[in-house]
Structures are given as structure tokens and as C-alpha cells.
Nanobody
Framework: QLQVVESGGGLVQPGGSLRLSCAAS????????IGWFRQAPGKEREGVSC????????DFADSVKGRFTISRDNAKNTVWLQMNSLKPEDTAVYYC?????????????????WGQGTQVTVSS
């Protein structure tokens, strides 16, 4: 069964940091672009960041630029989302998804395999 699994969520104070991981099971990530999305209660899912299959191209939502970074190690079959200077408005369930590796997809509908999500709560 092909799936991706997120980990690393938790409770953190404003200004703190978390690193989310996205690992693949049943397939290798090196041919896939990876996207991170989040959904807060009562809000629509939004794209946070994405990285191309090689890692050469990345993109970020304006709301997280300068605070979040994305990286991958295809040898470890893992993608990370480093989140710094966290704000209460970053509170959401974060999902990673694997999509076509031939370009850098930005929209959720372009992604094929989704994880179950990991909760990130930023609160004092």
C-alpha cells in the first residue's frame, strides 16, 4: 500500500519551532514532488510549501515565507518542514502529499498520495 506518513507535530509556544517529517511507505519519494498543506478548524485547506522531486525548486505561502523551510533527503526517503517563529495562526492539522515529479505542483488536486495529518498547536 502506497502512503505517506507525517510526524513531528505537537504543542509549542509562540515563537517556538517544530520540524515535521514526511516519510513514504511502499514507494520511494525520489520521483515525486512533495507538498505540505494545512487545515485549521473552520477553514479551508491551504498550501504551505512544496518541493520538487530533486529538491532544486521550492515554494512557500506568503504567510510562512521567511519562517518555514522545506528540505528532502531522497536517500532517507524523507521530506522535512522546518517551522520557526511559530504563531498562533499556524495552528492546524498539517498534511504532506506526494505528487507528480515532472513539475512543481501547488494545488491540492494535483497531489495523489496523502497522509493522515499531524496536529500543530501554537499556544502559550
Amino acid at each position: 500500500q502506497l502512503q505517506v506518513v507525517e510526524s513531528g507535530g505537537g504543542l509549542v509556544q509562540p515563537g517556538g519551532s517544530l520540524r515535521l517529517s514526511c516519510a513514504a511507505s511502499g514507494f520511494t519519494l525520489d520521483h515525486y514532488a512533495i507538498g505540505w498543506f494545512r487545515q485549521a478548524p473552520g477553514k479551508e485547506r491551504e498550501g504551505v510549501s512544496c518541493i520538487s522531486s530533486s529538491g532544486a525548486s521550492t515554494d512557500f505561502a506568503d504567510s510562512v515565507k521567511g519562517r518555514f523551510t522545506i528540505s528532502r533527503d531522497n536517500a532517507k526517503n524523507t521530506v522535512w518542514l522546518q517551522m520557526n517563529s511559530l504563531k498562533p495562526e499556524d495552528t492546524a492539522v498539517y498534511y504532506c502529499a506526494a505528487g507528480p515529479g515532472s513539475y512543481l505542483p501547488h494545488s491540492a488536486y494535483e497531489y495523489d498520495y496523502w497522509g493522515q495529518g499531524t496536529q500543530v498547536t501554537v499556544s502559550s
